[in-house]
T-cell receptor, first 114, second 113 residues
Framework: GENVEQHPSTLSVQEGDSAVIKCTYS??????FPWYKQELGKRPQLIID?????GEKKDQRIAVTLNKTAKHFSLHITETQPEDSAVYFC?????????????FGQGTTLQVKP | DAGVIQSPRHEVTEMGQEVTLRCKPI?????LFWYRQTMMRGLELLIY????????DSGMPEDRFSAKMPNASFSTLKIQPSEPRDSAVYFC???????????FGQGTRLTVV
């Protein structure tokens, strides 16, 4: 069925280190993969997304890689800072056109220790 | 644009009461999504609309839940009767098409006692 698995569920790193969060999806037709950051008590907000026609996308300290063959994608945060501490969600599209939707992973709680 | 607007921000109600959550999507967006967030189940998609038409309500947990979108600028999610296990944060999100960046509202924190 429609499923997005996200790992790890919690991640603790020292400030300045890198953090990697991984997701796998089940629908081989998925073609849109956004990542959202949710700070405590706030709404999820998009931080980066990638479509299936590219393998990697970078925006300053964050990058996303996509392996369509293996059906997995990852979020990479370099030079982590305390303000990166939040819950991160991956998502994958199911369907297309006007009937598509996003299915979210379970979330990863990232703690960056100063 | 003020973004996706949800009301109320917080709702505390007694078991058995009817609860109505409201959402105003971003103007020009034609897809609207209702999500429920809990610690145990994460972000669950309950139902979504495209051009005001419900497309998929397979995530609605049971018949106590219903959603409507009477026009492009307003949607409601109703729970009747409410139960303590319905306690969660309910998010509404909209996007300009169904598979694109979803913009979330601030959420409604529902507590059923």
């Amino acid at each position: 069925g429609e499923n997005v698995e996200q790992h790890p569920s919690t991640l603790s790193v020292q400030e300045g280190d890198s953090a990697v969060i991984k997701c796998t999806y089940s629908d081989s037709a998925s073609n849109y993969f956004p990542w959202y950051k949710q700070e405590l008590g706030k709404r999820p907000q998009l931080i980066i997304d990638i479509r299936s026609n590219v393998g990697e996308k970078k925006d300053q300290r964050i990058a996303v890689t996509l392996n369509k063959t293996a059906k997995h994608f990852s979020l990479h945060i370099t030079e982590t800072q305390p303000e990166d501490s939040a819950v991160y969600f991956c998502a994958a599209s199911i369907g297309s056109g006007n009937t598509g939707k996003l299915i979210f992973g379970q979330g990863t709680t990232l703690q960056v220790k100063p | 644009d003020a973004g996706v607007i949800q009301s109320p921000r917080h709702e505390v109600t007694e078991m058995g009461q009817e609860v109505t959550l409201r959402c105003k999507p971003i103007s020009g967006h034609n897809s609207l999504f209702w999500y429920r967030q809990t610690m145990m189940r994460g972000l669950e998609l309950l139902i979504y609309f495209n051009n005001n038409v419900p497309i998929d309500d397979s995530g609605m947990p049971e018949d106590r839940f219903s959603a409507k979108m009477p026009n492009a600028s307003f949607s409601t999610l109703k729970i009747q009767p409410s139960e303590p296990r319905d306690s969660a944060v309910y998010f509404c999100a909209s996007s300009y098409k169904s598979v694109a960046e979803a913009f979330f509202g601030q959420g409604t924190r529902l507590t059923v006692v």
